[in-house]
């Protein structure tokens, strides 16, 4: 069974900052980094194929690519693969944001 994580500015007491990560600050952030990459299609393959429209940065990592998805002002990972940790802490750190379970 999977663990499904949340990147999120939501459980911050500022109100001065944003709390929201927009889709622009995302496709900014992740266009500096060279282990993404875009798409706004991520396509699931094995015994059947299945397409889910979204916003997708596409974490390479060795072979496997890992999506983060931006979906109403929070990314949302899985942690299938453990290697996505800290990755997943680096993103949020950079952003401003924390991670919760969920």
């Known amino acids: 069974m999977s663990q499904r994580f949340r990147i999120t500015r939501g459980l911050q007491e500022s109100e001065h900052a944003e709390k929201a990560i927009s889709l622009e ?7 500096s980094k060279p282990d993404f990459e875009y798409t706004s299609v991520f396509t699931v393959t094995g ?9 997708f940065f596409m974490w390479s990592y060795g072979e ?7 979906y ?6 899985s942690g299938t693969n453990e290697a996505v ?4 802490m680096e993103v949020a750190g950079e952003l401003g944001a924390d991670v919760v379970e969920g």
């Open 85 to 88: 940790i800290p990755k997943m």
């Open 25 to 31: 600050e995302c496709k900014q952030y992740f266009s």
């Open 72 to 77: 109403q002002g929070d990314i949302y990972v």
């Open 64 to 70: 496997i690519k890992i999506p983060f998805r931006h």
């Open 47 to 55: 015994a059947t194929s299945m397409s889910i429209a979204g916003d």
